[in-house]
Nanobody, 124 residues
Framework: QVQLVESGGGLVQAGGSLRLSCAAS????????WGWFRQPPGKEREFVAS????????YYADSVKGRFTISRDNAKNTVYLQMNSLKPEDTAVYYC?????????????????WGQGTQVTVSS
Protein backbone atom coordinates (compact mmCIF):
# COMPACT_ATOMS: atom_id res chain seq x y z
CA GLN A 1 0.00 0.00 0.00
CA VAL A 2 1.23 3.46 -0.89
CA GLN A 3 0.14 6.55 0.98
CA LEU A 4 0.49 9.97 -0.57
CA VAL A 5 0.38 13.32 1.20
CA GLU A 6 0.30 16.56 -0.77
CA SER A 7 1.40 19.93 0.57
CA GLY A 8 2.27 23.39 -0.66
CA GLY A 9 -1.12 24.62 -1.78
CA GLY A 10 -2.48 28.02 -0.84
CA LEU A 11 -3.66 31.40 -2.04
CA VAL A 12 -1.52 33.30 -4.53
CA GLN A 13 -2.01 36.26 -6.84
CA ALA A 14 -2.07 35.83 -10.58
CA GLY A 15 1.47 35.70 -11.94
CA GLY A 16 2.81 34.17 -8.77
CA SER A 17 4.34 30.76 -8.09
CA LEU A 18 3.77 27.78 -5.86
CA ARG A 19 5.52 24.47 -5.45
CA LEU A 20 3.46 21.46 -4.57
CA SER A 21 5.03 18.44 -2.93
CA CYS A 22 3.78 14.89 -2.69
CA ALA A 23 5.45 12.69 -0.11
CA ALA A 24 4.99 8.97 -0.56
CA SER A 25 5.36 6.10 1.87
CA UNK A 26 6.71 2.73 0.85
CA UNK A 27 9.93 1.41 -0.60
CA UNK A 28 8.79 1.16 -4.20
CA UNK A 29 8.67 4.88 -4.94
CA UNK A 30 11.33 4.68 -7.62
CA UNK A 31 9.44 2.01 -9.57
CA UNK A 32 6.29 4.09 -9.97
CA UNK A 33 5.35 6.79 -12.39
CA TRP A 34 3.73 9.87 -10.87
CA GLY A 35 1.08 12.23 -11.98
CA TRP A 36 -0.56 15.46 -10.93
CA PHE A 37 -4.22 16.02 -11.61
CA ARG A 38 -6.54 18.83 -10.64
CA GLN A 39 -10.24 19.40 -10.18
CA PRO A 40 -11.46 22.96 -10.71
CA PRO A 41 -14.66 24.03 -8.94
CA GLY A 42 -17.68 22.42 -10.57
CA LYS A 43 -15.61 20.55 -13.13
CA GLU A 44 -14.20 17.08 -13.61
CA ARG A 45 -10.73 16.02 -12.63
CA GLU A 46 -8.16 16.71 -15.34
CA PHE A 47 -4.60 15.74 -16.11
CA VAL A 48 -1.87 18.26 -15.35
CA ALA A 49 1.51 16.54 -15.59
CA SER A 50 3.24 13.18 -15.23
CA UNK A 51 6.72 11.75 -14.98
CA UNK A 52 7.78 8.24 -15.87
CA UNK A 53 9.42 5.66 -13.65
CA UNK A 54 12.96 6.58 -14.57
CA UNK A 55 12.14 10.26 -14.80
CA UNK A 56 13.26 10.35 -18.38
CA UNK A 57 9.95 11.52 -19.79
CA UNK A 58 7.51 14.14 -18.64
CA TYR A 59 4.12 14.99 -20.04
CA TYR A 60 2.05 18.12 -19.61
CA ALA A 61 -1.42 19.33 -20.37
CA ASP A 62 -1.38 22.03 -23.02
CA SER A 63 -2.87 24.48 -20.55
CA VAL A 64 0.17 24.31 -18.26
CA LYS A 65 2.99 23.62 -20.71
CA GLY A 66 5.82 26.08 -20.28
CA ARG A 67 4.56 27.20 -16.86
CA PHE A 68 4.56 24.02 -14.73
CA THR A 69 7.38 21.56 -14.13
CA ILE A 70 7.08 18.09 -12.62
CA SER A 71 10.09 16.49 -10.99
CA ARG A 72 10.88 13.65 -8.64
CA ASP A 73 13.44 12.98 -5.92
CA ASN A 74 13.68 9.24 -5.37
CA ALA A 75 15.94 9.67 -2.36
CA LYS A 76 13.23 11.68 -0.62
CA ASN A 77 10.27 9.71 -1.97
CA THR A 78 8.81 12.98 -3.14
CA VAL A 79 7.40 14.33 -6.36
CA TYR A 80 7.05 18.05 -7.01
CA LEU A 81 5.01 20.34 -9.18
CA GLN A 82 6.55 23.76 -9.67
CA MET A 83 3.87 26.16 -10.85
CA ASN A 84 4.87 29.52 -12.27
CA SER A 85 2.92 32.32 -13.93
CA LEU A 86 -0.23 31.14 -12.23
CA LYS A 87 -3.59 32.15 -13.63
CA PRO A 88 -7.02 32.30 -11.99
CA GLU A 89 -8.05 29.33 -14.16
CA ASP A 90 -5.41 27.24 -12.36
CA THR A 91 -7.59 27.38 -9.25
CA ALA A 92 -8.40 23.80 -8.28
CA VAL A 93 -7.77 21.01 -5.84
CA TYR A 94 -4.53 19.36 -6.92
CA TYR A 95 -3.96 15.65 -6.48
CA CYS A 96 -0.88 13.53 -6.87
CA UNK A 97 -1.19 9.93 -7.99
CA UNK A 98 0.99 6.86 -8.39
CA UNK A 99 1.07 4.50 -11.36
CA UNK A 100 2.56 1.10 -10.61
CA UNK A 101 3.05 0.46 -14.29
CA UNK A 102 5.59 3.26 -14.46
CA UNK A 103 4.22 4.72 -17.68
CA UNK A 104 3.02 8.15 -16.64
CA UNK A 105 -0.20 8.04 -18.64
CA UNK A 106 -2.37 11.10 -18.91
CA UNK A 107 -5.63 9.46 -17.84
CA UNK A 108 -6.68 9.09 -14.24
CA UNK A 109 -7.75 5.44 -14.31
CA UNK A 110 -4.14 4.38 -14.93
CA UNK A 111 -3.23 5.46 -11.39
CA UNK A 112 -3.79 3.15 -8.45
CA UNK A 113 -3.02 5.43 -5.53
CA TRP A 114 -4.16 8.96 -4.83
CA GLY A 115 -3.51 11.64 -2.26
CA GLN A 116 -6.20 13.66 -0.53
CA GLY A 117 -5.52 16.80 -2.51
CA THR A 118 -4.34 20.32 -1.76
CA GLN A 119 -6.21 23.50 -2.61
CA VAL A 120 -4.63 26.05 -4.92
CA THR A 121 -6.43 29.37 -5.31
CA VAL A 122 -5.19 32.03 -7.71
CA SER A 123 -6.70 35.48 -7.31
CA SER A 124 -6.92 37.97 -10.17
Amino acid sequence: QVQLVESGGGLVQAGGSLRLSCAASGRTFSTYAWGWFRQPPGKEREFVASITRAGGYTYYADSVKGRFTISRDNAKNTVYLQMNSLKPEDTAVYYCAADRGGHGYTYAFAYEYWGQGTQVTVSS
